[in-house]
């Protein structure tokens, strides 16, 4: 019922694919949830949610930003696109009703990560690289890398992004690479990805 009410909400906010992919991110999240232990409804609804700020335009995520204390950096100013994921969290509080701060966690991280993630996190930030909907090279390895092991699939996932970040030369946000660097940081996941 609760997730009809969010759909609903949504599809005044997405477009069509970004929708699509919502959905695909929280069925993906799901199943991740049931294989490593974490709780299925938290991880469908945070897929669901994490991108409803995604088709906001830069200057209105700046706006809503400052308006609500959510904090931005020279990064963040420069791509304002980054702050969907710290807005997308504030808009599920304010307009979706979400008050479960795991579930507003594993949004706010879901594009940069974090130094320190939670299961639920990880499992979204996987989610939405490895949805059925994702088309780039080396995507059906990182899928089966998220069913095998979940450490190792998100550090495929942020080598993926930086290394994407320098081929365009873009800028890479310092949260990017303590997100990496914390991945098991003493105990690195063995094995390799090719992104
Ligand atoms: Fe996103
Ligand atoms: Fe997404």
Redesign the pocket.
């Known amino acids: 019922m609760q997730h009809k009410y969010y759909i609903k909400t949504l599809q005044g906010m997405l477009g069509n694919k970004r929708l699509e992919h919502s959905l695909a991110v929280s069925e993906t999240a799901a199943g991740l949830a049931e294989l490593y232990g974490a709780d299925r409804q938290q991880a469908a609804v945070a897929g669901l949610l994490?991108?409803c700020a995604?088709d906001l335009p830069g200057e209105q995520l700046l706006v809503l930003a400052r308006e609500n204390s959510v904090p931005v950096d020279g990064i963040e100013k420069i791509m304002p696109v980054l702050l969907?994921?710290p807005v997308?969290a504030l808009l599920a509080r304010q307009q979706f009703g979400v008050l479960d701060q795991v579930v507003l966690h594993a949004i706010e991280v879901?594009?940069l990560g974090d130094e320190t993630m939670t299961l639920l996190d990880k499992i979204v930030f996987v989610a939405?690289k490895a949805e059925p909907g994702r088309k780039f090279p080396g995507v059906a390895e990182l899928r089966q890398i998220a069913r095998q092991n979940l450490d190792r699939a998100l550090l495929c996932c942020f080598d993926a992004a930086i290394i994407l970040s320098v081929r365009r030369g873009d800028l890479i946000h310092p949260r990017a690479v303590q997100a990496r660097n914390g991945v098991n940081i003493f105990n690195r996941p063995a094995g390799n990805c090719k992104p």
Do not use: K, P
């Open positions: 994490h991108d995604r969907h994921a997308g879901h594009t939405d």
